[in-house]
């Protein structure tokens, strides 16, 4: 399994932006997309496109005015992993038939694996659920010794 381009790059953009928000939240300094491209060296309007899908998710908020710009919408402990590769893909779905009304597949009468997928799909969005927005927005030195010390 990969994820696809875009989702990688709104965990970079939602990194940058806690980053430059405050990991606490809504207490930070605002960013602008084209600040969040020029840090990420993405381009301005695929900042664009995931800054509007992360925002209709709910993980960033616009914030109008002299002193506007982005946000996030909560405190980047309470954004996950999950949270933002959904915002981007849809809902953890290893398989085409783990979709909810998806009945395109030759095998679908007679597969006894399918009915195994929701609990496939299930322990994955609980892996990515349990890496909160927080440790992606430390510097690598820090996040890995996060995780010897969390071992």
């Known amino acids: 399994m990969r994820l696809s381009s875009m989702a ?5 953009t939602m990194s940058a932006a806690a980053r430059h928000c405050g990991l606490s939240g809504g207490t930070g300094q605002r960013i602008s997309a084209q600040q969040l491209a020029d840090e990420t060296g993405l381009p301005a309007p695929t900042v664009q496109k995931l800054v509007s899908k992360l ?5 960033l908020k616009a914030v109008r005015g ?3 710009g982005l946000k996030l919408a909560r405190p980047a402990a309470a954004i ?5 590769v959904e915002a981007v893909e849809g809902p953890i779905a290893l398989t085409p038939c783990s979709e909810h009304g998806r009945h395109d597949c030759t095998l679908e009468a007679a597969c006894t694996v399918r009915p195994h ?3 496939v799909d299930a322990a994955l969005r609980g892996a990515l659920a349990g890496i909160p927005l927080t440790q992606l927005s430390r510097p690598a030195g820090a996040a890995a010794l996060s995780a010897e010390v969390m071992a």
């Open 8 to 12: 990688d790059y709104a965990v970079v």
């Open 55 to 59: 925002s209709a998710a709910g993980l």
């Open 66 to 68: 002299a002193r506007g």
């Open 80 to 84: 996950t992993l999950a949270d933002i």
């Open 117 to 119: 997928w929701p609990a």
